[in-house]
């Protein structure tokens, strides 16, 4: 995350090309050689000890279990703070070999702290860290939601996700769909494959949702669809955090989520800016669309409240939050 006046640097263990903006302030160092295919363990531990001779920064934070294991292991003895943010479910099973390198580091050697996304994550992260490294919970900072005040809003019920990640829970979404009463709504699915390659192809065929079920396949303008739809849905099993779930808040949605691990209890308070379900409850999540797609004060209510989230994620709030962690006179 780049912050005026503050010098960022952004180090990256592979060199497959970016498919992100990234702030051009921010310097971007990528191996020039090695780690196109696949993470050479060794080498990515020379290269990040001479690197961060280089740059030679004050802390450092790593997105990923296995690579702030790495530098950890990497930058041992040079007296920066490595702080680590997990950005995956709390559940998520790791491949074998990356969890047993991993967790042979981590007891050898613990991070400054560890960032949390939700609450729950930092249960699970203090079980596996331990009790002596701090952790906080500091969520995702929200990106500027376009508004579209000339779009009327449709008899659309929206999801978006990654079409062929069984985690995204679409199944479920569209088996509660073919439940509701309101027959006149469509469900919008936006990302990922488009219909034809989904496997959920299939499921809608045999419940006869053919014409009420669109996918959108990858937009450019997620935004434009938030201010079409009436109501966004995230029926996902599991998730790091939700950032699908604030965008579509802060478009002033009434959001409809699953109570899965992890994400929505950190970010919805039921009843007055969204709507919690029991997880994995189809009957449930079919009366509750139901009840909103019924009740258009509902929807407008918990849109307007929805959209406090703008406050509550801005950036500035959240690299400050990041900076007060980094900086507390007791870690490190």
């Not at 960022?8 to 780690?35: A, K, M, W």
């Not at 069984?166 to 006149?184: M, V």
């Not at 209890?265 to 909103?292: C, M, Q, S, W, Y």
Request: aromatic residues 8%; glycine residues 6%.
């Amino acid at each position: 995350m780049f912050t005026a006046g503050i010098p960022t640097e952004l180090v990256t263990l592979f060199s497959q090309g970016r498919f992100v903006y990234v702030h051009p302030d921010i310097v971007v160092h990528e191996p020039p050689d090695f780690n196109t295919k696949k993470l050479n363990i060794i080498r990515s531990i020379v290269w990040l000890r001479r690197k961060m001779d280089e740059i030679r920064p004050d802390a450092v934070i790593v997105y990923h279990k296995l690579y702030a294991a790495i530098t950890l292991l990497a930058l041992y003895g040079k007296g920066i703070k490595i702080f680590t943010s997990e950005r995956s479910s709390p559940t998520h099973k790791w491949p074998l070999k990356q969890e047993i390198i991993s967790r042979i580091i981590y007891l050898l050697i613990k991070p400054t702290g560890v960032i949390a996304q939700t609450t729950i994550a930092k249960l699970y992260q203090t079980r596996y860290y331990g009790t002596g490294v701090p952790i906080r919970v500091i969520p995702n900072a929200l990106r500027e939601v376009r508004d579209y005040p000339d779009i009327q809003r449709e008899k659309m019920v929206l999801a978006a996700g990654r079409l062929n990640d069984p985690l995204k829970g679409f199944d479920r979404l569209i088996e509660a769909f073919a439940l509701i009463k309101n027959r006149d709504w469509k469900l919008v699915i936006a990302g990922g494959m488009d219909g034809e390659d989904s496997v959920l192809t299939g499921q809608i065929k045999t419940l006869g949702l053919t014409d009420r079920v669109i996918f959108e396949g990858k937009v450019s303008d997620l935004d434009l669809l938030f201010a079409r739809a009436s109501i966004f849905v995230i029926p996902s099993r599991s998730e790091g955090f939700p950032n699908a779930l604030c965008e579509a808040m802060a478009a002033g949605l009434p959001c409809i989520a699953f109570d899965f691990v992890a994400g929505p209890k950190d970010i919805i308070e039921h009843g007055t800016d969204g709507l919690l379900v029991e997880d994995g409850n189809i009957p449930e999540l079919a009366r509750t669309i139901d009840f909103l797609m019924d009740n258009p004060e509902k929807r407008e209510t918990l849109g307007a409240e929805a959209t406090r989230i703008k406050d509550r994620l801005h950036p500035d709030l959240i690299v400050k939050l990041l900076l007060n962690f980094i900086n507390e006179p007791s870690v490190g």
